[in-house]
């Protein structure tokens, strides 16, 4: 599904990627396969983010959210491995963990005050 907003929630250990637009939305979930789950390091997730990044090529903004420091250093690694993924994400937002259906409340709430802040151009 290529839409124009994704909302990612992840952590450690998997991730939930929701695609959406107006009337529809579609979840992946996507699975880490480190073995050092508690210690999340980068280089341990590198396949788990490169799996995220390939579920968000043709998605032109994309908000992130977790509980813990992942999200940030996603956004890290797709600025170093995945320009394009990495032009794409707005924001890195904490969530505990929320259903998909909140999520996607959650990300398009955000998108609405994101997009017609972007719209204002007196808004720094």
């Known amino acids: 599904m290529s839409t124009f907003h ?45 799996d995220v990044a390939q579920a968000l090529a043709h998605t032109r903004e994309v908000l992130l959210a977790g509980p813990g420091l992942v999200r940030n250093q996603f956004r890290d690694w797709t600025a170093k491995h995945h320009a394009a993924v990495a032009g794409v994400v707005v924001d890195s937002v904490a969530a505990d963990h929320p259903t998909d259906a909140q999520l996607v409340a959650m990300a398009r709430q955000y998108f609405k005050k994101f997009d017609n802040m972007a719209a204002d151009p007196s808004v720094v």
Not at 25 to 32: G, M
Not at 38 to 44: C, E, L
């Open 6 to 50: 994704a909302v990612v929630w992840m952590d450690q250990s998997e991730a939930h990627v929701v695609m959406f637009d107006r009337e529809h939305a579609e979840a992946q979930r996507i699975k880490s396969r480190s073995h050092h789950k508690h210690q999340g390091k980068a280089d341990d997730l590198t396949p788990f983010f490169a």
